[in-house]
């Protein structure tokens, strides 16, 4: 809606019931009235979505950051209905072709592009499995590795789902046949991808904007997604992803960042990408890249890239506005020359949680959320600030966004410790209420450290 505002357009929104009461509710009537707000049963239901899009006159149609940014059936559907509409997302051929990620690993490997050792197709036999985790390994005990472990993987899967860890050969074929009913349940194939586990990794990813051409591709830096709960969804980010300037690494910090670049932005050509999308890494001690997959739609920590970036010398970058602007058919009008980067940004993601039971998400009423403002800080929130609410168990369990912009490292890792020593989130609930507060400021002391 704010990237829809500054654009000039006009805009309609979804809600469901249990999302009556969240701030975008609030925005969209404070902006657009009650003409610009669409009650729906559910986020899921494309026919609802589309109905709203024929009621209102939309011309387009914006998936967000989930739900069904990355459903490539959504995404044709969209363009190919009686009434088409423009998709605000790659074009759904391209979303099908990235979005299965042993795909991805086939042009990856055919480009030259570093993969994790495993298959690069799906894998429906059970023995062919069991000889392919068995080779891996036995490669892992032939590196003299300590802590062997296999990933069992939904090939059609995302966002840390559908993925287990095999550590004893002998429990593997029962992982195999519970990812295997997972991934036919949830995504209606029952592909696996068997790799290799990769321990003591930095995530780092690479945000790319493509034109809707397919031949225009730029990168707007790197992120640094390490901080992760023990279900692999991220809690902090930063952008970029390391700072060699400040801290000392094993590697050539520099060269690595530039290479998952470059492997990147041959991928998006490759491909004819055109509009955002994240290229996410894994990079080892070592300093050996690995490429895990490629995210076909616009993330939750664009905000932190757009925080570090700057367009032919104008900061104020803003990711999504580019990604609806360049959906519209507008030319990009500046190339990789014209973006640079000033310091370093973190974005922390505020949850009630309780981070020592494996982040098991707070269920509960908030009753005081308040910050100090800063002109170094940005809060995205869907909480109000001036009534009590009640948490949906529906949904993610995301309550704000922080984005901390710093000269440095250093200055931005101050910065997010006086912001979250600042912060108060109070609530009650059943057995209390916790967040992750206490966890994100204990792990700001480490950032990008490997």
Not at 33 to 55: C, M, P, Q, T
Not at 129 to 151: D, H, P, R, Y
């Amino acid at each position: 809606m704010r990237a829809c505002r500054k654009l000039g357009h006009d805009f309609v929104a979804l809600y469901t019931e249990p999302d009556k009461d969240s701030g975008h509710v609030a925005l969209a009537r404070e902006w657009g009235g009650d003409k610009s707000l669409y009650r729906i049963h559910s986020y899921l239901d494309a026919n609802e979505v589309l109905s709203v899009a024929d009621e209102s006159g939309a011309t387009a149609v914006h998936p967000g950051y989930g739900f069904f940014a990355e459903d490539f059936r959504f995404a044709r559907r969209v363009v190919r209905r009686d009434r088409p509409l423009l998709f605000i997302g790659p074009s759904w051929w391209v979303i099908r072709d990235l979005g299965d990620k042993i795909n991805t690993k086939r042009i990856a490997r055919g480009l030259g592009v570093p993969t994790i050792p495993g298959s690069d197709r799906p894998i429906y036999s059970e023995l062919e499995a069991e000889e392919i985790a068995e080779t891996l390994f036995a490669f892992q005990a032939e590196q003299g590795m300590k802590e062997s472990c296999v990933l069992v993987k939904a090939s059609a899967g995302g966002g840390g789902m559908g993925i287990e860890e095999v550590e004893d050969p002998d429990e593997f074929r029962s992982v195999y046949r519970r990812i295997r009913n997972y991934a036919k349940r949830n995504f209606n194939d029952e592909g696996v991808l068997i790799e290799q586990r990769i321990f003591d990794f930095n995530h780092l990813e690479v945000q790319v904007l493509s034109g809707r051409d397919g031949n225009s591709h730029v990168h707007f830096g790197t992120r640094n997604c390490s901080v992760q709960s023990t279900g692999k969804q991220k809690r902090i980010e930063v952008a970029p992803g390391f700072v060699p300037d400040e801290l000392g690494y094993a590697f050539d910090a520099a060269e690595v960042l530039q290479s998952i670049i470059n492997h990147s932005l041959k991928m998006a050509t490759e491909v004819g990408y055109d509009s955002v999308g994240t290229w996410e890494w894994i990079v080892t001690p070592r300093g050996e890249p690995f490429l895990m997959e490629v995210n076909t739609r616009i993330q939750v920590e664009n905000g932190v890239s757009a925080a570090v970036s700057c367009i032919k010398g104008e900061g104020g970058t803003d990711l999504i506005a580019e990604q609806i602007r360049l959906a519209l058919g507008q030319p990009m009008g500046y190339g990789q020359e014209d973006i640079t980067f000033e310091g370093v940004g973190i974005e922390y993601r505020i949850i009630a949680e309780k981070t020592a039971e494996r982040f098991a998400p707070c269920s509960g009423t908030i009753t005081r959320f308040e910050w100090q403002p800063q002109p170094w800080l940005t809060m995205h929130t869907q909480i109000p600030v001036d009534r009590e609410y009640e948490i949906p168990m529906e949904y993610d369990p995301n309550l704000a966004l922080a984005i901390i912009r710093g000269a440095d490292l250093a200055e931005a890792k101050r910065r997010g410790v006086e912001f979250l020593d600042n912060l108060v989130l109070e609530g009650r609930g059943v057995g209390g209420f916790a967040t992750n507060i206490d966890y994100l400021r204990e792990r700001t002391a480490t950032l990008l450290e490997f």
